[in-house]
Each structure stands twice: as C-alpha cells, then as structure tokens.
C-alpha cells in the first residue's frame, strides 16, 4: 500500500474517531463543498498545511503523528515524480 493512501486512511480514520462528517470539516475549514474532503481521504489530493494544522485540532489528534504520515506520503510522490523526470 502506498504511503499516501496510508495517510489519506489515516485521515478518515481520524475524522470518523472524532465523530464528524466530511460536511462538518468541510464548513470548518471553509469550504463550500466536502468534495476537497473526500479527495484527501480517497489519496487524490494533500490537504493544505494550513487544513492539516486545522485538521490537527479538529480530530485532536497528535501533530508529530501526521507530520510523519505527512512526510513519508510527501516523500513518496518526490520520489515519483523525479523518476519520470529521469526517464524522459
């Protein structure tokens, strides 16, 4: 399993342990829809830092924590990413 569909279970996890739905943090965080949820907790986007320290507070979840699902998804996609750079 890829490190970023570790962290975006990881996520999930968390807001569902928390007791909200995606509506709820979607209007927390201010957007208009829970669709930017949904793409974070499917793998197909990052929440920005700024939702994720959000995200930290809301879930009250441990920040060390996500930072390493974080990093490690990070990671992953920088190391894709210069693969098919090379290749070209």
Sequence with gaps: MSEQKLFSDY???KRVEAGVTQ?????KLGYKTPQFISHWERG???P?????????KLYDI???EVANFFL???EEQLHKAFQIARSK
Aim: proline fraction near 4%; avoid cysteine; hydrophobic fraction near 45%.
């Design 11 to 13: 996520l999930k996890k």
């Design 23 to 27: 509506a709820v943090v979607s209007k």
């Design 44 to 46: 197909r986007a990052h």
């Design 48 to 56: 920005p830092i700024k939702a994720i320290s959000k995200l930290i």
């Design 62 to 64: 441990d920040a060390d």
């Design 72 to 74: 490690a998804s990070t």
